[in-house]
């Protein structure tokens, strides 16, 4: 099993739709998770940390499942310029190793 | 600008040459991190700074590759005898580097290595 797994995709979402993915993660010790936003040919940029209680910002929410070993995103009202990579990265703080998903391609369809 | 700078942004060289790329974290920021992106990947962990200290290198940091970051501030990624298999983009990462996590990583543009 892969450390850190997303699907691929790519979604495409109409403009206006919910749209969720889901990263699994193979280390339980893991301790920080996050969601970064990539678009094409730039560099990641932090989207948001996941916490233990889950957390929202505006229209995105994140959740951290442990007993499943898996942290979600949640976009809702999806907007054109939503369209992009999202990565998940995973932090084991014991051995402070950071992996970073493959990334999820997010389209947004007008 | 205070966000993290990388330098060239872009390098071609040809196969068998040395090249040095450089990183400017966010200030005070004492993490560094470097990481090597091809496309369709998500970034792949090089190697990390705590101040000047090295704490961790990949197995895909091989021995052509060495990063240093002598006074803490800067920090600086050679290739040797560089290969086309090198070609991808090269990102820096800084972090404040708390004592205890979240450690969230703010990264530079990248370098963007072509080999020929």
């Known amino acids: 099993r892969k450390e850190v797994e997303q699907d691929p995709g790519p979604f495409n979402v109409p403009e206006g739709a919910t749209v969720a993915f889901n990263c699994t993660y193979s280390n339980s010790a893991s301790q920080s998770f996050f969601w970064y936003r990539q678009d094409c040919r730039k560099e990641p940029k932090l989207l948001m940390s996941?916490?233990?209680s889950g957390n929202e910002d505006g229209r995105f929410t994140a959740q951290l499942n442990r007993a499943s070993q898996y942290i979600s995103l949640l976009i809702r009202d999806s907007k054109l310029s939503d369209s992009a990579t999202y990565l998940c990265v995973v932090n084991n703080a014991r051995d402070d190793k950071i992996i970073f998903g493959k990334g999820t391609r997010l389209h947004i369809l007008p | 600008d205070t966000g993290v700078s990388q330098n060239p942004r872009h390098k071609i060289t040809k196969r068998g040459q040395n090249v040095t790329f450089r990183c400017d974290p966010i200030s005070e920021h004492n993490r560094l991190y470097w990481y090597r992106q091809t496309l369709g990947q998500g970034p792949e962990f090089l190697t990390y700074?705590?101040?000047?200290?090295?704490?961790?290198k990949s197995r895909l940091l091989s021995d052509r590759f060495s990063a240093e970051r002598p006074k803490g501030s800067f920090s600086t990624l050679e290739i040797q005898r560089t290969e086309q298999g090198d070609s991808a983009m090269y990102l820096c990462a800084s972090s404040p580097g708390r004592d205890r996590p979240p450690y969230e990583q703010y990264f530079g543009p990248g370098t963007r290595l072509t080999v020929t």
């Open positions: 700074f705590q101040n000047e200290a090295q704490l961790e």
């Open positions: 996941v916490y233990s």
